[in-house]
Structures are given as structure tokens and as C-alpha cells.
């Protein structure tokens, strides 16, 4: 058979596949079918390869190239046009026939004719008849639609930034770009943004069905009740009661719904055939540990052809999109829509370069969307320099996995770096001193005035690393079971207790691995202690994104109650160097963590040698080996022929390499007598070779003898539970940033006070003292603390004491106190230079008032009587609160209840007015 003949024979299939009913020409029948495709069809200029028949009517060309010459369909365009404008035999309508089709066996491309400006696309398979029908019924195409019907956007319950996504978005489809991304810091609204533009592409863009692809069932689940709560801006209805929006499950894609949210996972099995494991879809693709065995690629489902859906919207692309996953995106033939906070080059890439909206986190913070951050460096001399265990040293050894314990002694000296702290050796001391130093710089430098500790989220190493952490913070808090929890995918109650952690009382602190460490918001959140390091960018920027979002006073004080406001910041403690260490835009080889090593290697024994599979069995493998002693690392070489743990790591990792597998297919084919390119391969070329490569590099764990050895080896890695050498904390201090930005905080106040003081009330009492004498009230001071609270300044007055007490230590009294809004008055007057040192304002009232009334009973004949003195100091204290006294603050309860105005009066008389205006003016100027 000719390379033609083989291409044909393919497409046929294809073209029956997908509802073709093909048929040569002179064999034709076109009321067989809906839909009939016509072998060599003559035209005036020479017979076609295909005509498309839909309802006896000809709609479209398939121009049929052999395998080989995939890269020249471009240029075989030309030729499709030219027969889609030829005058067909016996065809009495002369328009020119709108849908155009270039393909090989391999390869098809589609235009159609009739868009604005018709540009091809590759499609995975051909469209149905009933689908090429529906089309020609609209009076419009969809991409017609998208450059001229869609109306302007309504902004009134947009964000600046969502309305710059939607629009970008729309500008984006309308010159038909395929793919584009939208960057928006967490906290900013994706989803609401996503569910705004969604909503005009089903109403003005005529989509039929959208898909929202996410990476785990709870991210579905949190969309699913966004599309619930979100009402249009031009319907009073919500959005599910207008469109029909569903949760793919097993029964699959509903034919009536206009939205379908599904996980990735999901779409995958459906699309390749593979068996689902539902656990799968509770853990992020990227990460997935049972979802999948590599060997299916995706093949063309009668259910799901790949006209499904107009538009995919992605959630979180940036982890959910690659390798085994980016089959579904491919398939599917949609515009590609994702949305991320922390895009890296590889989502740049994948979305071609198209940022239609790019919101930062800095963007955000300066907005009030979300809220900034500080960094607290804890240095601990075992963290630093590390420690050594002489050897015949009476300690701990302990099983990592089932972590029993034996009392024995260490048969060689053991010394260890910080970076092994906590996988080959723990130090009980290490984890004290840490979470001690942590407690006291939250309690007394951070957030001096709570009772409560504010809500903790604690990123640990590992699972065992974790349950030692949360052992250590009862003891150190002294504290119960609620106090510290653990939320991790080992964890069977792991839902319950992020939820508890997220909207109750306790737990206060929560220790993790990876399960919060992405997509998961915990509103409350005011302090990330690291204890691991992270070396990827994106992921590091996702687990700092964990403390990011911002929350109102109300908010915050109904799991924080002795919190005075909403929540202004984040403290990030970097117990570990993780803000120094350098960051790659790379993941970890470990992408089933919670898998043990004897499990991966009965699964690849039994054939399951999936990516994920492979390369964190490849990754356990060469770490172990560099933890093995001599006697450990040759029983292993034995049992393996000779091949150390580390060789067969890397031999799993070679025999993944997606270069080494294209050339091997091309050498495959070079013998067989084919010529082929690297972009020529058959899916199923590729696919032989990486089964032969995977077969070879996994031919050694057959052998029984070698994984058991292995696991041998693994069992003898106990930890040594380190109790003799003590740590100390070398230094425990701000990073460099946080004075920074304390610095920035201080000069901004000085600037915006000079730049307002005509403006605002407050400012210009202060401005025009001592000339001009008028109350200061405590409007003028709320006016000011809203002024300085709003973009971009961001300021309230417990940021601003603690950023002057940073820059300005020795001259700032009070830290450790709960600030009030009069205290406003105290930093205002530091600024602008009336006072040499910032004292609370109440301290500063007390004294004024102690010299004030000392002052009034030398001059007077009598001094004033106990119960008058008693009055003074409430009316003083009044002054403390609210800046001033007249006669109807009186009726405020304190002042009421002793007997208000009229017991005042009885007290002084006619002399009251003129007391309460010196008090005023004397007390506050």
C-alpha cells in the first residue's frame, strides 16, 4: 500500500468514526446518512478527495495528504480553497463551500470560511454532520460573534483589575488567539472574573457549552457554589437559574448542561479508557498518587467528540496542564482559557506569550485586595552549622514510618547538616528552640496586644516531621490536643479540622506538608512559620499565597476576638533560609509522597510505570543511596547485578527523557525501512518506544531478592532522635525587608500629612498650632485614619506604631500595648516634630492632666474636692478616648452613670464650660 493509499485508509476511519458515512463517487448515496463524504468528487478544476455532504447539501472539502507531509498543509490551504470555490458537478449553488479540511493520517487542520478573518487550526478528529449542521444554521460563526457582538461591559460590581481581565479577554477572542492567560493574584477574584466573562460568552457569544477544568474535587466544588452565588449584572436571577451548570461524575457530561466543571483527572479517564480512582480527584493533578498507569494515550470518544465544548477555563494552570494531562487540552477543539496567581515559563509558554490581564501580588496589596507581609529570621546554631553524634552515644532510634522506638547506642561518629535535620536525624532541641523563639517573638514583638495566638500555619518536612512539630507546640504553648492539629493527606479527618482552623476557635496552630500549601484559603491567617525549605519559585509563591487574603475586622475577630481591626499584614518566620535559598521554576521528582518505597516497587514490578510512578521511584532511589552505608549499598549492587541504587534511579530517569524516546522511535522506523521527522511520529511510535526503554530501565526490580533488599535498606534508615546536643538561637530579628518596608511605612505618613494638611481636619489643627486654638475632634481623627487606611497607603495606626518602634526604637513607648484610634493624635505629633518621643496618647493626657489640675488647685482658694477630682479624671479619661469633651458627650454611659450633665453641673456650676475648654485645650493640643 502507497504512503497515500496508507493516509487514506486512515482518514476514512476517521471521517466513520466521528459520523461520516464515506462513500466513492460513483457508488454515492447521499440520503444514506446525515452526513456522507465523497471519495474523488469531480470539480471544474480537477477532482476533490473528499466533498462533505450534510442533509444532501455539500458543505465542505477534505484535502488528503500522505503521512509524511504534515508540515506542508499550510501550504496545501491554497489548494483546499481552490476546490472549496470551484463549481461542483451537478451543483446548482454556486457559493463557495465554508468548511475546509487538510489532512494526513496523522495530522488535521481545519478552516472555516466562513469567520472574519478565516485562519486554520489544528483539530484533533473531524467534526460531526450534526455539528457542521448547527453551524450552518447560525446565522453567525462564534468567532464572527466574539469580534462584534459582544456589548460593552457593565463595571459597577468589578474590581479595576477584573474588569481589565474580561476586557482583555474579550479583546483577546475577538482576534481569535486560541489561547490566553489571565494572571491575577490570589485573593483578586479569578473565579469571579472567570464566572463574569463566562456568563457573557453564553448570553452575547452564543457559546453552546463551556467546560471549568480544575485539579481537584474541592476546587469544583468552590466553583460550583461561586456559579450558584453569582447574579449578572443585567439579571436579577442567578446564574443557575439562567444556565444549567453541572459537576461531571461518573455518568458523565450532561447534554443540556451550558457549563460543566470537571477535574482534569476526570476528563482524562474518560477520554483514555482508564479505570478513575476517585481518591484521585482529592489530590492536585500535578500530584496525583493512584490516579492513572501510563500506556493510554486519549483516543476519540463518540461522546465526547472534540466540538464538546467552546471555550475550557483553567483553573489554576499553572500545575494542572502538563505531561500526561495536556492530552485533554489537546483533544478538545476550544479556546483555552487559564487563570493563575503564580504563572511560571512553562505556563507563559503553553499560553503562547498571551497575558490578556496581569494583576501582582504587589498590584493587589497596594489595592487592599490583599494584605503585605514582613519576614522574622530565627537562626538556630544546629540549624546553621549542624551537629555530630560520637559514636557508643545512648539515643533514640526511630522508624520513620510506624515511628517505634529502641534505646541503643550509635555505632559511629554521625555528623549531620541542617539540611538532614529532620529526615536522618532529629533534634528534639532544634524544634524547641525554634517554636519557643517562635511564641516569643509573636507574643512580644509581633502582636504584643492579643490574647490569643493568632491563627499559625506551620509548613514541616514530612509527615513524620510534622507529628514531631506538633507534639513540641503542646508542650511549648503547654497547651491540649485543639491547640495544635496536623492537616495533612495522611490525615483521616484532614477536611474537618481545616475547616475548624479556618472558622473556629481552635486549632490556633496547624501543622502541614503540602495539603494547605496551595489553592486552600484560610482568611484568619497572620503568621507562616517555615521549618522546610522549598526550592521552587511557584510553588514557594502559592504556600506564601496561604497568608495572603485580606479580612475584615468582623472577620477577624470572630476567630481572633482580641484582634482591634481587620487584618493588615502577615508575618512570615523563616526559620529555615527558605526567603535566601535559590529557587528554580521546577517541581520536585516527588510526586506521590505519600506512597511508601514498597509499594512503588510492587507497582512497578506488576507493570504500572506511569511518569509519576517512575520518577518518584527514581527520586527515592538516588537519595537513598546517599544515606547507605557500605554493607547496605553492597547487598543492594549484589542483589542487582552489580548496579548501585543510585544507577537505578538514573536509569528510570533516562528512560523517561522524552529526546532519548523520539530518537528511539525514529531509529525503530529508520530499520523498518520508514522515513520519518520527530514531528511526523505516530503516537503510537513514541509510545513503543518508551514501553521498551521503561521495560529495560525496570527489568532489575522483577527480581524479588533486589526489592526486598531495598526495603531492607530503607528499614535500616532510622532516625536518630538527637537529645545531646542542645541548640541556642544564634539571631532572631526582622529581615532586612521588614525595615524596609517600616521605613517606607514612616516616610509615607511624613509625606501624606505635608501633602493634606489644608485637606483634612485633623492635619490642620496640628499644622496651624500654636496660632490657632479649636477643638480637636474625634471625627477629624477618624476622618484621618480612613484617609491613611485606603490605597495606596494602607496605614493604620497599629502598623504605623510598630513601624515607627522599628525605625525609631528608642523613642517609642507603648509596643506592647492595644492601640485606639486616639493614639492617631500621639503619632502626628511625633511626626510633625511637637513631641520628642511617641507615647501613647492616653499616657500623654494622663500626665497633662496631672500637671493641669496640680496647676488649678495652687490657684484656687479651695483645691478641688475629692468627688470633683473624681469627675475630672473621667472627663480626662474621656478626652483620652474620643479628643475632646463638650456637654452632650455627657449622655456616653460612663459619664451617664455616675449622673451625667446634671450631677457635672451640681459639682462646678458655671465654672464647668470653662474647665471642660481647658481640659480641651490643654490635654490634646
Known sequence: ???????????????????????????????????????????????????????????????????????????????TERYAHSRLKWRTNNQPLPFLFEATGQITRFTDGRDPAPRSREVFRFFRPETLAAWLAQPTTLRQRLREAMPPLPTDNLRDCQTSAVTGLEQSLAANRPRALVHMATGAGKTFTAITAVYRLLKFGGAKR??????????????????????????????????????????????????????????????????????????????????????????????????????????????SIYNLWKQVLDYFDAFLIGLTATPDKRTYGFFNENVVAEYSYEDSVADGVNVGYDVWEIVTEVTQQGAELKAKEWVDHRDRQTRKKRWGQTEEDTAYTGKELDRSVVNVS?????????????????????????????????????????????????????????????????????????????????????????????????????????????????????????????????????????????????????????????????????????????????????????????????????????????????????????ELGKALLKALDPDAIAQAALDTARLSGITRSEDTLLPDELQAARATRVAAACAPFDAPELREQIEHARREREQLIDHVNLDRILTSSPAAQMDEHARADVQAFKDFAQAHKDELAALSFFYQQPYQRRALTID??????????????????????????????????????????????????????????????????????????????????????????????????????????????????????RGGLQKAWGLFGEELDGLMAGMNEELVA
Not at 785 to 809: E, F, G, S
Request: one cysteine or more; aromatic letters at 6%.
Open 430 to 646: 532544634q524544634i524547641r528552640q525554634v517554636l519557643r523563639e517562635m511564641k516569643r517573638v509573636v507574643e512580644h514583638e509581633l502582636f504584643p496586644a492579643r490574647r490569643e495566638v493568632p491563627k499559625t500555619l506551620i509548613f514541616a518536612k514530612t509527615d513524620s516531621h510534622a507529628d514531631d512539630i506538633v507534639q513540641a507546640v503542646r508542650e511549648v504553648y503547654g497547651q491540649g490536643n485543639a491547640f495544635c492539629r496536623k492537616v495533612t493527606y495522611s490525615e483521616k479527618q484532614a477536611d474537618a479540622v481545616l475547616a475548624a482552623f479556618r472558622n473556629d476557635y481552635h486549632p490556633r496552630i496547624a501543622v502541614t506538608v503540602d495539603m494547605i500549601a496551595t489553592g486552600t484559603d484560610v482568611k484568619p491567617l497572620e503568621v507562616l512559620l517555615f521549618m522546610r525549605d522549598v526550592r521552587s519559585k511557584g510553588y514557594y509563591e502559592q504556600m506564601k499565597g496561604r497568608g495572603v487574603r485580606s479580612l475584615d475586622a468582623d472577620g477577624l475577630q470572630k476567630v481572633s476576638a482580641s484582634a482591634s481591626g481587620a487584618k493588615e499584614r502577615f508575618i512570615l518566620i523563616d526559620a529555615v533560609g527558605v526567603e535566601k535559598s535559590l529557587k528554580t521554576e521546577s517541581r520536585s521528582l516527588e510526586q506521590k509522597p505519600g506512597v511508601p518505597l514498597k509499594d512503588l516497587l510492587q507497582a512497578v514490578a506488576l507493570n504500572q510505570r506511569d511518569d509519576d510512578t517512575l520518577l518518584t521511584l527514581a527520586n527515592r532511589l538516588v537519595r537513598l543511596d546517599k544515606q547507605l552505608d557500605d554493607k547496605a549499598r553492597a547487598r543492594i549492587e549484589r542483589a542487582s547485578g552489580g548496579v548501585p541504587a543510585r
Open 780 to 897: 477629624a481623627v477618624q476622618e484621618l485614619a480612613d484617609a491613611i487606611a485606603r490605597p495606596p497607603l494602607m496605614l493604620t495606626t497599629d502598623r504605623l506604631w510598630a513601624a515607627y518602634a522599628r525605625v525609631q526604637a528608642g523613642q517609642v513607648k507603648g509596643v506592647g500595648l492595644q492601640r485606639q484610634l486616639t493614639d492617631l493624635v500621639a503619632l502626628l505629633r511625633f511626626a510633625l516634630g511637637l513631641e520628642a518621643e511617641l507615647t501613647p496618647f492616653a499616657d500623654t493626657v494622663n500626665q497633662r492632666f496631672a500637671d493641669w489640675i496640680w496647676r488649678h488647685n495652687s490657684r484656687r482658694a479651695t483645691a478641688f474636692t475629692p468627688e470633683q477630682t473624681d469627675w475630672l479624671r473621667l472627663m480626662k479619661d474621656h478626652i483620652a478616648s474620643s479628643c475632646s469633651i463638650a456637654r452632650d458627650d455627657f449622655d456616653y454611659a460612663e459619664l451617664a452613670a
Open 210 to 319: 463551556i467546560l471549568f477544568l480544575v485539579d481537584t474535587r474541592n476546587l469544583g466544588k468552590q466553583a460550583h457554589q461561586e456559579f450558584m452565588a453569582y447574579t449578572p449584572p443585567d439579571d436579577g436571577r442567578k446564574f443557575t437559574e439562567l444556565y444549567n451548570v453541572q459537576r461531571v461524575g461518573p455518568a458523565g457530561v450532561d447534554r443540556h448542561a451550558q457549563v460543566c466543571i470537571s477535574t482534569i483527572q476526570r476528563m482524562y479517564a474518560a477520554l483514555s479508557g482508564e479505570v478513575l480512582d476517585e481518591s484521585a480527584e482529592d489530590i492536585p493533578a500535578a500530584e496525583v498518587a493512584k490516579a492513572v498507569k501510563q500506556g493510554r494515550l486519549v483516543s476519540y470518544s463518540p461522546e465526547l467528540p472534540v466540538e464538546t465544548f467552546d471555550f475550557i477555563v483553567i483553573d489554576e494552570c499553572h500545575r
Open 1 to 79: 500500500m502507497t504512503p497515500e493509499a496508507q493516509a487514506r485508509q486512515v482518514i476514512d476511519e476517521r471521517l466513520q468514526a466521528t459520523g461520516w458515512l464515506v462513500q466513492d463517487y460513483r457508488q454515492l448515496n447521499l440520503g444514506a446518512a446525515l452526513g456522507v463524504a465523497v471519495r474523488e468528487y469531480p470539480t471544474d478544476t480537477g477532482p476533490a478527495d473528499y466533498v462533505l455532504f450534510v442533509g444532501r447539501e455539500a458543505v465542505g472539502i477534505v484535502e488528503a495528504k500522505r503521512d509524511d507531509a504534515g508540515e506542508q498543509l499550510v501550504v496545501t490551504e491554497s489548494q
